[in-house]
């Protein structure tokens, strides 16, 4: 059964800064990897997204990297602002099923202070 | 921005009542997902559908049921209503040719 895992799980920076944000999964053998925002008390908003095929995408500030071997993804985010401020999520689309199931991780709470 | 819908986005309702929670889409995705996430914790799947007339059980077991009788309208039921139920269900979608998933706004539900 594949378990995503999110480190760290809350991460408080001063604005400008860059920063990382870490997602790994049990089983290699995945269809996609999507990286979402949540707001407090919202929906999800899909960020990224990067096939099995991709070692990594761009967009804007943010930046994901996928090394499926290892079972890990990165999502980059540059010159972070405040309104970054959000929950992000790791979810992992499996193998079976074409990716079409998602199994989430617990996600990292990010506050970008002035 | 992602033309999926949940109504009604807050709930406050009495232990045994019946409800309905609505999920709607406009952009002709046959796949449709329910999640229920916790505070602090992680989504769980609990029903998905891949066209009209299919509907699985998602990974956490669920005391609620779903149908999938038009494409873009896939409705969550609880028939009686206990404060175990009290959490938030965000609704996803996801189409043939996009490999994205598109989530609703959620609705939190509370059951006093």
């Known amino acids: 059964k594949q378990e995503v895992t999110q480190i760290p799980a809350a991460l408080s920076v001063p604005e400008g800064e860059n920063l990382v944000l870490n997602c790994s999964f049990t089983d290699s053998a995945i269809y996609n990897l999507q990286w979402f925002r949540q707001d407090p008390g919202k929906g999800l908003t899909s960020l990224l997204l990067i096939q099995s095929s991709q070692r990594e995408q761009t967009s804007g500030r943010l930046n994901a990297s996928l090394d499926k071997s290892s079972g890990r993804s990165t999502l980059y985010i540059a010159a972070s602002q405040p309104g970054d401020s959000a929950t992000y999520l790791c979810?992992?689309?499996?193998?079976?099923?074409?990716?079409?199931?998602?199994?989430f991780g617990t996600g990292t709470q990010l506050k970008v202070e002035l | 921005e992602a033309d999926i819908y949940q109504t009604p986005r807050y709930l406050v309702i009495g232990t045994g009542k019946k409800i309905t929670l609505e999920c709607s889409q406009t952009?002709?995705?046959?796949?449709m997902y329910w999640y229920q996430q916790d505070p602090g914790m992680e989504l769980h799947l609990i029903h998905y559908?891949?066209?009209?007339?299919?509907?699985e059980k998602g990974d956490l077991s669920s005391e609620s049921t779903v149908s999938r009788i038009r494409t873009e309208h896939f409705p969550l039921t609880l028939e009686s209503a206990r404060p175990s139920h009290t959490s938030q269900y965000l609704c996803a979608s996801k189409g043939q040719q996009a490999p994205e998933a598109f989530f609703g706004q959620g609705t939190r539900l509370t059951v006093v």
């Open positions: 559908s891949y066209g009209v007339n299919s509907t």
């Open positions: 952009m002709g995705h046959d796949k």
């Open positions: 979810a992992v689309g499996g193998v079976t099923g074409g990716g079409n199931k998602l199994t």
